[in-house]
């Protein structure tokens, strides 16, 4: 017999996804002294100020002083061009930094110089780089005054072209907490958002799991989305999954408090053997319905992966990605409304984006046509968008033949996946 020959393979290593965190200026530094208190694995924490001597008492692990030969190591005393130009100046320091990152969260606080003037710069390097750029911005509280306030909004309006995502808070939110809260507890609970946001990521990507989410993933729910929630909800007893997903989807803090307009949806749910598929399906639905409410024009694009793991017996934790929420021409998170009869007061019971407006053909508007003027409740007659008005003109049921096509698509893919629970999404069938 011949001599067996030893067949060898070599794979090419592929490094893991990395993930960073970039504190800018004060409040975004605090921030990453905060995660590191949390001593959170597989992040890096990163500072960048202006201001010399506040970035030396930082604990995070990387550190850079930006604008040398601009403040001279001094801060920006509250000016946003200095904070713009110190970025400006220092750009190539930072790009060495970030530049193997595939995930990277960004946090500041604004309506001072460094962190309002240097994040847009820094967020347009990254995502200029290909690097999908996570925004965790706090905005000023009230009490600091009108031009501060005015200062955080200009700086809000710049960042948003340059990251993917934005996850804003209003430090005056954080007031309706109790106010026994030192203010030390009060920002460690608005820097709970961040921590659970990083966390949450990070756990979808590294963590096994029998129905897995990638790197891919969360790229394609987060890349150009604006407006985002990633929450993490986690409860025991007889109710967990229910209690878990309720804490995920809604964030008073946030700008973005709920997933309610929410058109992608990424999942994960982590838990233990004694979890039953009446647990699961009913995240599904709470997700579902919360997203579209009784908007029923919204289709939410729902993907999932789950976790076995034996510390989660007798619990559920869910981490929850909302984004691609419908908004209105103003850029605001669309609402549901309520809409008035003009002539008759009679509530319509309308509620969604699109709400299908009376003709009045008695009152003409500016323009001397007749025109369709809804009333809403505590509001003035104003002119609807013209996408409105098209639906306005419609015949019942307002569905072209291939919307129709496609809602009794979506109708069966539902009945498949939730038979049981398939009227109370749709209804009966028509």
């Known amino acids: 017999m011949g001599e067996k020959t030893a067949i060898s393979f070599e794979f090419e290593s592929v490094s893991s996804p990395k993930i960073k965190v970039l504190g800018i200026g004060g409040g975004g530094c605090n921030s990453v002294d905060m995660l590191m208190d949390e001593k959170i694995s597989g992040i890096e924490l990163i500072a960048v100020n202006t201001d010399k001597y506040s970035l ?11 604008g040398e030969t601009v403040t001279r190591g001094m801060g920006t005393g509250g000016d946003p061009d200095k904070g713009r130009e110190s970025a400006q100046k220092d750009s190539d320091r930072v790009m060495k930094v970030i530049e193997d990152t595939d995930i990277l969260f960004i946090a500041s606080a604004f309506g001072g110089g460094t962190g309002t003037g240097a994040t847009p710069v820094i967020a347009e390097l990254a995502k200029k780089s290909g690097i999908l750029t996570i925004a965790f911005i706090m905005m000023p509280f009230e009490y600091e005054g009108p031009s501060v306030v005015e200062i955080a909004e200009k700086g809000l309006v710049e960042l948003r072209d340059y990251v993917d995502s934005l996850m804003v808070v209003h430090n005056s939110s954080a007031l309706n907490m ?28 590294f963590n096994p799991a029998y ?22 909800g986690e409860a025991d007893g007889e109710k967990k999954g229910e209690e878990a997903i309720r804490r995920a989807i809604n ?21 233990g053997h004694d979890t039953t598929m009446k647990e699961i399906l009913r995240i599904m639905e709470i997700i579902r319905e ?28 869910t981490t929850v990605i909302a984004t691609d929420f419908i908004e209105d021409e103003l850029g605001e998170t669309v609402k549901e409304t309520e809409v008035l009869d003009k002539r008759t007061g009679e509530n319509l019971g309308v509620e969604g984006p ?34 409105t008005r098209r639906k ?7 569905l072209t033949k291939k919307e129709e096509e496609e809602k009794k698509d979506i109708q069966a893919r539902s009945r498949s996946i939730f038979p049981a629970s398939f009227e109370k999404f749709f209804g009966e069938d028509e």
Do not use: C, W
């Not at 030396?56 to 930006?66: F, H, Y």
């Not at 030192?182 to 946001?197: D, K, Q």
């Not at 003027?373 to 007659?381: A, L, N, Q, R």
């Open 178 to 205: 109790e106010l026994t809260k030192t203010p030390i507890e009060v920002f460690r609970e608005i820097n709970r958002i961040l921590l659970n946001a990083v966390v949450g990521i990070r756990d979808i990507i």
């Open 290 to 317: 919360e997203a579209s409410g009784k908007m029923e024009d919204i289709d939410v694009n729902l993907k999932t992966g789950f976790s076995l793991n034996d510390e989660f017996t007798g619990k559920i934790r």
């Open 211 to 232: 129905i897995k989410l990638d790197l891919s993933d969360v790229k394609n729910y987060l890349y150009g989305k604006g407006k985002t929630l990633i929450g993490v």
């Open 56 to 66: 030396e008492r930082s604990r995070a692990e990387i550190k850079i002083q930006i």
């Open 354 to 387: 699109e709400p299908v407006l009376p003709m009045d053909p008695a009152k003409p508007n500016a323009k001397g046509t007749p025109s369709s003027v809804p009333t809403i409740k505590g509001g003035e007659d104003f002119e609807p968008p013209a996408t």
């Open 392 to 398: 306005a003109t419609r015949k019942p049921p307002f």
């Open 251 to 271: 964030s008073p803090l946030l700008e973005q408090e709920s997933i309610a307009g929410a058109r992608s949806v990424l999942l994960h749910v982590t838990h």
